[in-house]
């Protein structure tokens, strides 16, 4: 049976509503009125209120504010005889207008302000709406213009985008959203609805989207409704449809109807529009069913399907079922279905973050999958984003979950390889922001899976090396570092060593794996050898991996043969009888140690290569010619010896015979005398010389490295003069910087992103302008380059490095360090080769004192000296503490420059810091011997000086090393003791070994002590020491060691007496110099305040050691001369007055916040020793904030000021309301108690006057809230006292504004206001004083009124009965 075929087709639907319209207008037009007359009706309303229609594509003008045109509109269509048909009439009229398309256009498009004569449009309002959408908010023709809009839409359906661009569809419907009101809300949603049905889908997605925008809250469920039947007939409108559904208020049966309906189209929509279903779904669960949801959707969420490699999704395909391959049937390429992924992950990140039981239940459905094949993709990313989080439940519950699984064998490596080669391009392509220890690491993992053993990974092979290839010949710093790390570790997986070679010295590397290593390191080789800094990375990197990995025999014989035959040539010269060349010093052999064997000797080439690597910088280097030749640069001497001297142990199991004469090999350097004359050398001679020595240091350095582990005699020997060369070298390096400002020194550590945010000193000023000084260090970043690929980094560090210093500051550097030279070379660690940790045996040797250098006797058992000593000592010190401190005590602080303070450890961070810690263990009876050692030597000076240690025969240089030896002795064992590992259970044999250690050298036996016992033994045997203490830093290292190990498991009660006699008795001990002058300075200072703070936190009564000190102490320096210290506490002076007062009025306040606070239920026994012990507080803090009259100086105000309002606080806090229940039953305490604080918050008060008159701006920022604190105090007591019944005992006066020393601030409204204010009074107190008596007398405090000349504060006065 034939029959006729419908359409179906948006085509012709829309066909037949434009014909529709058509009839329906030229319906209308037949009847009357006119058309001339209806159009002139809607033409001169619409003129008449205030809009003149244009023609030739001219916006419409606007002369009036587009309300006032609405009103007028309206007015004349009610005012109309004809109304209501003239509505009609205008809306024919309209339509007639606008059956033009360029009319109707302008009709669309906003009015634009009419400009008068003048130009002047600012009577109208400078946005206005469109004619159309002005007519939709006039209520009365809003249904009408909505079915014209209608009808003339069609018209534009398949042309939507006019000449000009304009999608005309989507304008019509964006002059639906927002009204005011819609009138009929259900006639237009059927509308809506029935035009989204014939419309293409571009403009279907327009009016989804718009739905929420224009529809009221009461159409939302019935809209909802239809939108989820149409989102399961038509998959193509799911995002439009769920960005409508997430804007609508649905109920929540709707809303779990919507959410199953969008589950069961999940596994038929596109990738691209994945995330958008997933972030509904997790947007939309509620507490009751998160777990249901989550579960429905990882059944259904399958990502393997959608992001695997073509090579894997093929294979992957073959065993899945035809369900699952239709269902992956639409992924598009990898580059897009990564960022597709991407959003997903994304959405489920926000919803975790953000919705606790979200979170919950991911973990849930996770832990309940038991099948290994049932776990996903999806299982490991979540579990990964839900670790990220910053919820620690998530964080925990992820990693619980995770150890679970793989310790039960259901998430297996398969799994996890999946995971993360279906994003290894995706994380190959974001490596920009990472840190070079980052990209190490992955590039570690990544080689891994491409190139390991399995061979699992070889889809992302190719990848790896398209992207190692572009970054090695990209000529930014950057890119090319991340290269040479990356091809660096391809070659330790692709190039490691077998299991089956293991015990055989032959390599088994198949021959096209062997060409593809040695290829890649010569790639690596030829683009970096044009830049020093560049090969210098790489030679870094191949020494790394080869101390680190196991290659292959053949390929470590071919790096081991290259790297010698290289170094040979470009570095080793023959010992010949003179050098030829011109340099900018004249050329010496020097630190030869095998003068005997002139035979056959070599020598390092350093200056000449410096010479040579200066002229080329020099030299303008066209780049529009050929690349340069290789070049030979001194910046790649230490990192090229340093890979040489590892291939050469890893061949020869740690026999360095091969290459031992560079132990001793002379370098040619010029003569040192060079630099007592460093001031008339010119800036560019300065700083050749500087680099000179920068390279020189660094050799040694590493030659100590490569030979500190040789066991023979003369090795040993020759490889403390290494050190001695060392120190000695940066003894001269200090001078020289000190006279080159500004230098920026070569690069020793290159895995470093950029010198940037490294504080490198700008140097001395020229010696001729020594007395004023340039010591500073400057606060702007140095860098330093020799190639001009880096340029770039160098030139932005040298640009910012200029800085002024402060002079105040300088000259207590310069007085600090008197003798000393005024420049730290700490500061240059960037610059200097990093110390192997094993370089730390060389402290076995004994220790040298001058006595026996002086001697004639022939040693035969190396020594160290005090200046190698001390040399050592630094380095393990900034190593213990950058790798046995906590993590967060070592993260940097916030917004403090982008400094890494891993730089410089790159090989420690190689080793665990239980590895560190043990070896520091073995180093501890070498580390007790030194000590004994130094203080055996400062008893015996102390002997021979009759007790004190500037003695006329003093050696000061031996001091000074020795007692800066002592000091970083005791630093080391705290570092070592301070090691946060040592309260994990499973690090309590290795901490009884260390206190054995130190208990043995005190009582040896082989009895096993407890922990307890081992705490005791080794306290008294630190606490030995204590008597020859050389400075008063080094008095608070013991301290603070003595603190350290009671901590490790002593009861801190039972040497709290022991700890407070200690600190006492060096608080009241005179530190001398070894020159007779007294100790000062900052450093003294800073060591000082912590020692005090030490002796005040153990002493039992921290009230009575303040009264003693603020009331004993410190008086004693008003009648004594202005250098004259205090009789009682030695340390006690006008220099470190500050630092006393600082740490009393600190400790006070800090010891107030530890009193409990007064209750109701408190004995009467309890209530009086609260009041006794507060009553012992404010009189502490009336005497500290009392002495602010004699010692006024600025720092002195500054510290009252603030803790003068902290103690307020805790005041107000804790003792007001033990107040409020002790009044009634200590009556005269209480008001004892108040009376005594009304003195010191007058006296608070006066500073804030005194500040206001000094206009200082570091004491006025404290006054606010002081004075806030001041008024809240004077109501408290108000309050207590209205408590109990007695508030007749209160009352508040104007308190005149007075200065430190008592005296009236007068002002100019003082002045004509001084006649009208009267002073109120009341009984006075005994014991007030005549300054008091002048002012209206109280028990409390007073308040600011705000005033700008003049406070006037209250007083409170109780009854003194």
Not at 192 to 206: F, G, K, Y
Not at 277 to 287: N, P, W
Not at 475 to 480: A, E, I, Q, R, S
């Amino acid at each position: 049976m034939m029959r006729k075929k419908r359409r179906s087709s948006a085509d012709g639907a829309a066909q037949d509503s434009a014909n529709k319209s058509k009839k329906s207008r030229a319906a209308k037009s037949k009847g009357p009125p006119p058309a001339e007359t209806v159009e002139n009706v809607f033409n001169s309303f619409v003129r008449e209120a205030g809009v003149a229609l244009k023609q030739d594509g001219a916006a419409n003008e606007i002369v009036v504010d587009q309300v006032v045109f609405q009103r007028k509109i309206q007015r004349q269509l009610r005012k109309s005889p004809r109304y209501p048909g003239v509505l009609q009439e205008f809306i024919t009229g309209l339509e007639s207008y606008i059956e033009e398309p360029e009319r109707f256009k302008n009709c669309l498009l906003p009015c634009v302000p009419h400009l008068s004569d003048e130009g002047d449009s600012s009577s109208v309002s400078s946005f206005h709406e469109s004619l159309l959408r002005m007519l939709l908010r006039i209520e009365i023709l809003q249904t009408l213009i909505i079915n014209t809009l209608f009808e003339k839409l069609p018209e534009f359906m398949f042309d939507s985008t006019g000449d000009g661009g304009l999608n005309i569809p989507r304008v019509i419907i964006n002059q639906l959203k927002w009204l005011d009101r819609v009138i009929d809300s259900k006639e237009l949603a059927t509308k809506l609805m029935q035009l989204v049905s014939v419309a293409p889908v571009e403009i279907q997605c327009d009016i989804i989207t718009s739905l929420p925008e224009i529809l009221e809250d009461s159409q939302h469920n019935d809209i909802a409704r239809e939108l989820n039947s149409l989102l399961r007939e038509n998959t193509q409108l799911t995002v439009p449809i769920l960005d409508a559904l997430t804007s609508l208020n649905l109920s929540a049966s709707l809303l779990v109807e919507v959410r199953g309906a969008v589950m069961a189209t999940l596994a038929a929509v596109q990738l691209e529009d994945l995330h958008v279903v997933v972030k509904f779904i997790l947007h939309s669960i509620s507490s009751s069913d998160a777990y249901e949801v989550v579960y429905e959707l990882h059944e259904k969420l399958d990502l393997e399907a959608c992001i695997l490699p073509p090579v894997l999704q093929a294979s992957h395909s073959r065993s899945k079922s035809k369900a699952t391959v239709a269902r992956s049937c639409t992924t598009p390429a990898a580059g897009s279905s990564q960022d597709s992924m991407t959003l997903v992950l994304d959405g489920i990140k926000s919803a975790v973050r953000f919705q606790k039981t979200i979170s919950e239940a991911w973990l849930k459905v996770i832990e309940n999958v038991i099948e290994v094949e049932d776990h996903k993709v999806i299982d490991v990313l979540v579990l990964f984003i839900l670790h990220s989080t910053n919820a620690n439940h998530s964080r925990r519950g992820a990693e619980r979950v995770l150890k679970a699984k793989v310790k039960t064998g259901q998430i297996q490596e398969a799994l996890l390889q999946k995971t993360f080669k279906s994003y290894s391009q995706g994380i190959l392509d974001y490596m920009d922001n990472l840190t070079p220890q980052q990209i190490r690491r992955l590039f570690h993992l990544l080689s891994r899976l491409a190139f390991g053993q399995q061979q699992q990974g070889t889809h992302i092979q190719d990848d790896m090396h398209i992207v190692i290839r572009k970054q090695l010949s990209s000529m930014v710093p950057k890119y090319k570092r991340i290269g040479i790390i990356g091809a660096v570790m391809v070659v330790g997986s692709m190039g490691e060593r077998g299991t089956e070679v293991e015990n055989s010295q032959g390599g088994t590397l198949p021959k096209e794996t062997y060409r593809q290593v040695t290829a890649l390191l010569e790639l690596v080789r030829s683009c970096s050898e044009s830049s020093p800094e560049a090969a210098a990375l790489y030679y870094d990197e191949l020494a790394n991996l080869i101390l680190t990995s196991t290659l292959d025999p053949m390929v470590q014989d071919w790096i081991g043969k290259s790297v010698l035959e290289d170094f040979q040539e470009d570095f080793v010269v023959d010992l010949g009888p003179g050098i030829s060349g011109s340099f900018p010093f004249p050329a010496h052999l020097l630190y030869n140690l095998d003068e005997d064997e002139s035979q056959g000797s070599i020598v390092i080439n350093l200056l000449p290569l410096l010479a040579s690597d200066a002229q080329n910088k020099r030299e303008v280097w066209d780049r529009s010619e050929k690349q340069p030749d290789k070049r030979v640069s001194p910046l790649c001497l230490s990192p090229f010896f340093r890979l040489l001297r590892l291939c050469e142990e890893k061949q020869h199991h740690g026999d360095l015979e091969e290459i031992d004469a560079l132990l001793g090999c002379p370098l040619i350097l010029t003569e040192m005398g060079v630099i007592d004359k460093v001031e008339s050398l010119s800036k560019a001679e300065r700083e050749f010389l500087c680099t000179l020595l920068f390279h020189a240091i660094n050799w040694f350095r590493e030659v100590v490295n490569a030979f500190c582990k040789q066991k023979d005699t003369e090795m040993k020997g020759k490889v403390m003069t290494r050190i001695q060369n060392i120190t000695y070298l940066q003894t001269l390096l200090e001078r020289v910087l000190e006279a080159s400002p500004g230098y920026v020194p070569p690069l020793a550590n290159f895995d470093v992103e950029s010198t940037e945010g490294f504080a490198v000193p700008s140097g001395a000023a020229p010696l001729k302008k020594a007395k004023k000084g340039s010591t500073k260090k400057s606060k702007n970043p140095g860098t330093s380059s020799s190639d001009c690929s880096f340029h770039e980094e160098r030139t932005q560090a040298e640009e910012t490095q200029q800085e002024q210093p402060d002079k105040e500051k300088e000259k207590e550097k310069e007085k600090e360090k008197e003798g000393q030279h005024g420049l730290s070379l700490g500061a240059y660690r960037l610059f200097f080769r990093e110390l192997d940790i094993e370089v730390l045996s060389v402290l076995q040797c004994g220790l040298l004192s001058r006595s026996l250098l002086d001697s004639s006797k022939v040693r035969e058992e190396v020594l160290l000296g005090p200046a190698e000593l001390v040399f050592l000592l630094e380095d393990m010190l900034r190593k213990l503490e950058f790798s046995l401190t906590a993590t967060h005590a070592r993260r940097p602080p916030f917004l403090k420059g982008r400094t890494d303070r891993s730089v410089g450890f790159s090989h420690l961070q190689q080793k665990s810091p239980q590895d560190i810690a043990s070896y520091c263990v073995q180093l501890l009876p070498t580390i007790c011997s030194h000590l004994e050692n130094c203080h055996n030597h400062f008893q015996a000076v102390l002997s021979e000086n009759d007790g004190v240690v500037d003695g006329p025969a003093t050696d000061m240089q031996e001091h000074q090393l020795l007692s800066s030896a002592y000091q970083l002795l005791l630093q080391v064992l705290n570092a070592a003791l301070s090691w946060y590992g040592f309260s994990q259970p499973g690090q309590r044999g290795l901490l009884k070994n260390a206190l054995g250690v130190l208990a043995g050298r005190l009582k040896e036996g082989d009895t096993e002590l407890t922990l307890e016992q081992l705490v005791k033994h080794s306290f008294q045997y630190l606490l030995n020491f204590r008597s020859t203490m050389p400075s008063l830093n080094t008095a608070l290292c013991l301290s603070q060691l003595l603190s350290t190990v009671i901590e490790r498991g002593g009861n801190s009660a039972a040497y709290r007496e022991q700890m407070v006699s200690l600190a006492r008795c060096f608080l009241c001990q005179k530190w001398v110099k070894a020159n007779g002058e007294r100790e000062r300075g900052n450093k003294f200072n800073e060591g000082l305040q912590t020692l005090l703070s030490i002796y005040l936190e153990n002493t039992d009564d921290v009230l009575k050691a303040v009264e003693e000190i603020a009331g004993e102490g410190i008086p004693e320096l008003v009648n004594v001369a202005k250098d004259e210290s205090s009789t009682t506490w030695p340390n006690l002076n006008r220099q470190t007055l500050l630092v006393f007062y600082k740490g009393l009025i600190a400790e006070l306040e800090k010891a107030v916040r530890k009193i409990p606070p007064g209750k109701s239920n408190d004995s009467f026994e309890v209530q009086s020793e609260k009041l006794l012990t507060w009553n012992l507080a404010v009189r502490d803090f009336h005497i500290l904030v009392n002495l602010v009259k004699v010692f006024d100086s600025r720092p002195v105000l500054n510290v009252s000021l603030k803790y003068g309002r902290l103690f307020l606080e805790s005041f107000l806090k804790l003792g007001m309301p033990l107040l409020d229940h002790s009044f009634k039953k200590h009556k005269e305490d209480v008001r004892s108690l108040l009376k005594t604080i009304q003195l010191s918050t007058r006296q608070l008060h006066h500073m804030c006057g005194h500040s206001k008159i000094r206009q200082d701006t570091s004491l006025t920022s404290h006054v606010p809230a002081l004075k806030k604190s001041l008024e809240q105090f004077v109501y408290r007591v108000k309050a207590m006292l209205m408590l109990n019944n007695c508030q007749e005992a209160f009352w508040m006066g104007n308190l005149k504004n007075r200065d430190l020393k008592g005296e009236e601030i007068i002002s100019q409204r003082t002045q004509e206001s001084e006649d009208e204010e009267e002073e109120e009074g009341s009984e006075v107190p005994q014991d007030h004083s005549e300054d008091e008596d002048q002012e209206s007398d109280s028990e409390g405090n007073r308040r600011s009124n705000r005033a700008d000349d003049e406070d006037q504060d209250k007083d409170v006065i109780e009854d003194s009965d």
